[in-house]
């Protein structure tokens, strides 16, 4: 079956309208797929059809070569930005190099040579790449750094920053740097808070996660429509989460008590539950769909209900399936935001200051954001139980609260057009 494009009847080149995308890992994180589709709706909203983007994607050639044959949105054209090289290339020895002698060689950013010429501006499109979740961001640092020698406009672009208190010796570099860029759009107060308290401010402006706005689309196959109803508990648990879980960090420790978790739910409320992975990686400890399968079948028969677990689907269609659910628990912050934006009574299993942000300024409390290293198998499943008890309130306050939020979503291309005009 073909995929579902998005329609646009513009040239795939402007050379007047073109963004070039930077810092996003490959689609296979869906949540990598619908900040793509987001941004490029609010690019649309301000530009007009014909914008286009180059996109940087950090990964391998081939995996980038295997998105874009599948690229649903021909104004985006995709290359790879990658420590990857043939053996024995320049690329090859400077990677050996850091890896056996510690060295710190960015020879990545050579791969956006031959893209940056003619963008607007040059934005950093991971959510929460400027943390220290996965060590220190000197690749996104040297992206920078490159396109700001070339005269290039940079932004981060609706995104998560810091902390870095836990790692003194780099933060004072962090928030230098920041200072150098264009503009950083932030998607949640927290992050502005945290950055006006390290004396960055002046470029800071607050916006939303692009994803907010991106649209669904039901799936073709109507097997998969029918994976989900009306009663649906939503799942999606991550073997991400055990690297911050407090149960040994271990992926089988964690599959231990997830699958506890969900034969607690399934107990608790009576309700089929779907499993929905949102993430797809060639690292086990990173692929929530193998990951998701192994805890289908340890579960079995045992939560008394049935658990069915959806296909590999695009960001869109995974959205769809999320927004039909009856509630919704997620690991992954954009599984959580896709359901929060379709109004979709929501679970965040937080495992960083992120999604704490992002629930904060929905709901102004963490009632329904629990950390990972401390929630219990019961715990989980009474907050499920209580918010299906609720759900006709927190639909109707979502259905309130979340159009204000996809404005300030889309209020970030309006900012950048102001910025790109005062330069």
């Not at 989460?241 to 969900?262: H, L, P, Q």
């Not at 109004?343 to 954001?369: A, M, R, W």
């Not at 259905?399 to 005009?421: C, H, M, V, W, Y």
Request: with cysteine.
């Amino acid at each position: 079956m073909e995929p579902k494009t998005i329609p646009t009847t513009s040239p795939i080149l402007s050379s007047s309208d073109q963004f070039l995308f930077v810092g996003n890992g490959p689609y296979r994180n869906r949540g990598c797929e619908a900040i793509v589709r987001g941004t490029m709706k609010i690019l649309s909203g301000v530009w007009g059809e014909a914008v286009t983007a180059r996109a940087g994607v950090m990964a391998a050639p081939l995996t980038v070569e295997d998105q874009q044959a599948g690229e649903i949105d021909r104004r985006v054209t995709n290359f790879p930005v990658s420590h990857v090289g043939s053996r024995l290339s320049k690329k090859w020895w400077m990677a050996q190099a850091n890896k056996r002698l510690g060295t710190g060689f960015h020879h990545h950013s050579e791969d956006l040579a031959g893209h940056y010429e003619g963008v607007k501006a040059a934005m950093q499109l991971g959510g929460d790449n400027y943390s220290l979740d996965y060590g220190r961001p000197w690749d996104y640092i040297a992206l920078d750094r490159y396109l700001q020698k070339r005269g290039v406009p940079v932004f981060i672009w609706g995104a998560s920053v810091g902390p870095f208190e836990a790692d003194p010796e780099f933060a004072p570099t962090m928030y230098g740097h920041l200072k150098t860029l264009d503009g950083i759009f932030v998607r949640e107060t927290e992050t502005l808070a945290y950055l006006e308290r390290h004396g960055v401010s002046d470029n800071v402006q607050l916006v939303a996660d692009p994803a907010f706005v991106m649209t669904k689309f039901a799936p073709a196959d109507p097997t998969v429509r029918s994976l989900v109803c009306e009663e649906t508990i939503g799942i999606n648990i991550s073997p991400l989460v055990a690297r911050f879980s407090a149960d040994g960090g271990t992926v089988d420790e964690w599959r231990e008590k997830a699958a506890k978790m969900i034969i607690a739910c399934g107990k608790r409320t009576g309700r089929p539950i779907l499993l929905i992975p949102h993430v797809a990686s060639p690292k086990p400890d990173e692929d929530d769909y193998a990951f998701l399968q192994s805890l289908q079948a340890k579960v079995g028969d045992l939560a008394g209900v049935s658990v069915g677990i959806a296909p590999a689907l695009g960001a869109a269609e995974l959205k769809w399936i999320i927004g039909h659910c009856a509630v919704f628990a997620g690991a992954r912050t954009h599984s959580t935001i896709a359901a929060l934006s379709s109004h979709v009574p929501t679970l965040s299993l937080s495992y960083s200051v992120k999604s704490i942000g992002i629930n904060k300024d929905i709901f102004g409390h963490q009632e329904f954001c629990h950390s990972v290293k401390t929630i219990t198998p019961d715990q989980f499943a009474e907050v499920i139980a209580q918010m299906i008890d609720d759900a006709a309130a927190i639909r109707a306050y979502l259905d309130e609260k979340i159009p204000g939020i996809q404005a300030r979503a889309r209020s970030a291309g309006t900012f950048l057009r102001s910025k790109l005009e005062d330069r």
